[in-house]
């Protein structure tokens, strides 16, 4: 545990230092090409996965321990939400680091104070000291899940998980892998569901950036934070994924998610394109473009956007951003989202009263 947080101050000290000092930078910028480069890349790879590695069993416990004694709430829970965000977004500042083009670095562009920047660090702040937000977001991420899981297996024949199946005609290693490829499944049709009519006011705050980077990742409006993990912990549960499971792979995810929004020019090539996503990939889904308006909506596997039909290729420079909602560029934070929750309210109406005169014009046409 000690290494682990020694390792966390030696990526947080280098990550401050280039963004503090232009004179690292471009240190940085002429050692790039040389075999000194290679070294310190090693280097930060090799700490990456030992730091995965270190990590992710104390990770998984501590969440553990964490969920199961929901009553605890309080300190323990925002400790555990700061804990599973903080070390996901150093890894992926790492990776940026270590493969992006220095002038796009997210740390070397964090001071530069611009509004849409700004309003990524407030959401990154507010989603770990918050403590509603963080109590409410736990006991939606592990709360339902758990009570959910307990009441199946209350209803269900002894022992009955679809996971507990796999496992024993498989082995252990392939029920996770499954698992794994289920919970993508999940996420992609979750986020295809944000970007439907009545839910989109509540998706598009996450899409108003205007800047990319790995921050962006945090910005959501709180409806989304509060409930995407239930669309997919609460199909998964329902399978029967041990919890320890759920848990490591929302760790998981959350890196992954800072990974793609990470620096645009990172691109894994053919293996971006068909097996694992890069940033550039996820960049053109928040592309300004008409044309790429719902695109790429997979945060992990392009098969699925493949599969749906939701897949284009993603090259060279593009602007993100949102068209036809000027409240992002003039009210203050809370009153952004106030303002795309009553927007969500009023969709809702409408597809309400569509239903209602539908049905209504349906029994007079019969009559
Ligand atoms: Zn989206
Ligand atoms: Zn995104």
């Given at each position: 545990?000690?290494?682990?947080?020694?390792?966390c101050?030696?990526?947080?000290?280098?990550?401050?230092?280039?963004?503090?000092?232009?004179a690292?930078?471009?240190?940085?910028?002429?050692?790039?090409?040389?075999?000194?480069?290679h070294?310190?890349n090693?280097a930060?790879?090799?700490?990456?996965?030992?730091?995965?590695?270190?990590?992710?069993?104390?990770?998984?416990?501590?969440?553990?321990?964490?969920?199961?004694?929901?009553?605890?709430?309080?300190?323990?829970?925002?400790?555990?939400?700061?804990?599973?965000?903080?070390?996901?977004?150093?890894?992926?500042?790492?990776?940026?680091?270590s493969?992006?083009?220095?002038?796009?670095?997210?740390?070397?562009?964090?001071?530069?104070?611009?509004?849409?920047?700004?309003?990524?660090?407030?959401?990154?702040?507010?989603?770990?000291?918050?403590?509603?937000?963080?109590i409410?977001?736990?006991?939606?991420?592990?709360?339902?899940?758990?009570?959910?899981?307990?009441?199946?297996?209350?209803?269900?024949?002894?022992?009955?998980?679809?996971?507990?199946?796999?496992e024993?005609?498989?082995?252990?290693?392939?029920?996770?892998?499954?698992?794994?490829?289920?919970?993508t499944?999940?996420?992609?049709?979750?986020?295809?569901?944000?970007?439907?009519?009545?839910?989109?006011?509540?998706?598009r705050?996450?899409?108003?950036?205007?800047?990319?980077?790995?921050?962006?990742?945090?910005?959501?409006?709180?409806?989304?934070?509060?409930?995407?993990?239930?669309?997919?912990?609460?199909?998964?549960?329902?399978?029967?994924?041990?919890?320890?499971?759920?848990?490591?792979?929302?760790?998981?995810?959350l890196?992954?998610?800072?990974?793609?929004?990470?620096?645009?020019?990172?691109?894994?090539?053919?293996?971006?394109?068909?097996?694992?996503?890069?940033?550039?990939?996820?960049?053109?889904?928040?592309?300004?473009?008409?044309?790429?308006?719902?695109m790429?909506?997979?945060?992990?596997?392009?098969?699925?956007?493949?599969?749906?039909?939701?897949?284009?290729?993603?090259?060279?420079?593009?602007?993100?951003?949102?068209?036809?909602a000027?409240?992002?560029?003039?009210?203050?934070?809370?009153?952004?989202?106030?303002?795309d929750?009553?927007?969500?309210?009023?969709?809702?109406?409408?597809?309400?009263k569509?239903?209602?005169?539908?049905?209504g014009s349906?029994?007079r046409?019969?009559?």
């Amino acid at each position: 545990m000690r290494l682990i947080i020694m390792q966390c101050c030696v990526m947080m000290q280098s990550c401050h230092c280039h963004g503090n000092l232009p004179a690292s930078v471009l240190t940085w910028n002429r050692m790039h090409a040389t075999t000194a480069t290679h070294c310190r890349n090693f280097a930060v790879f090799a700490g990456s996965a030992m730091l995965l590695l270190l990590g992710l069993p104390s990770l998984k416990s501590h969440v553990q321990d964490t969920a199961v004694d929901i009553s605890m709430a309080g300190l323990l829970l925002v400790m555990a939400k700061a804990f599973l965000k903080f070390l996901p977004l150093m890894l992926a500042l790492l990776v940026e680091l270590s493969l992006a083009p220095e002038k796009r670095l997210f740390c070397a562009r964090l001071f530069k104070w611009q509004k849409s920047r700004r309003i990524d660090l407030y959401s990154f702040i507010l989603s770990h000291m918050h403590r509603v937000h963080a109590i409410l977001n736990m006991a939606f991420t592990f709360g339902i899940p758990i009570l959910l899981d307990r009441l199946i297996k209350n209803s269900m024949p002894r022992n009955f998980s679809l996971f507990a199946l796999l496992e024993r005609h498989a082995g252990y290693a392939l029920a996770v892998l499954a698992f794994v490829f289920v919970a993508t499944f999940f996420n992609y049709w979750e986020h295809r569901l944000w970007h439907s009519r009545i839910l989109w006011p509540i998706h598009r705050f996450h899409h108003s950036a205007t800047d990319y980077n790995a921050l962006t990742e945090t910005r959501k409006h709180f409806t989304e934070t509060l409930l995407t993990p239930l669309f997919f912990t609460l199909p998964l549960s329902l399978l029967g994924a041990p919890l320890e499971f759920v848990a490591t792979y929302l760790a998981l995810i959350l890196f992954q998610g800072f990974m793609n929004h990470t620096d645009q020019g990172i691109s894994y090539g053919w293996i971006g394109r068909h097996l694992w996503i890069d940033p550039l990939y996820h960049k053109l889904h928040h592309s300004s473009a008409a044309e790429h308006m719902n695109m790429n909506f997979s945060g992990t596997l392009p098969l699925w956007d493949r599969l749906f039909g939701t897949y284009a290729p993603a090259h060279g420079e593009l602007a993100v951003g949102v068209s036809g909602a000027p409240h992002y560029d003039t009210l203050p934070y809370w009153k952004i989202h106030l303002r795309d929750f009553s927007d969500l309210l009023i969709n809702l109406g409408t597809a309400l009263k569509d239903k209602l005169g539908r049905r209504g014009s349906i029994g007079r046409g019969g009559n």
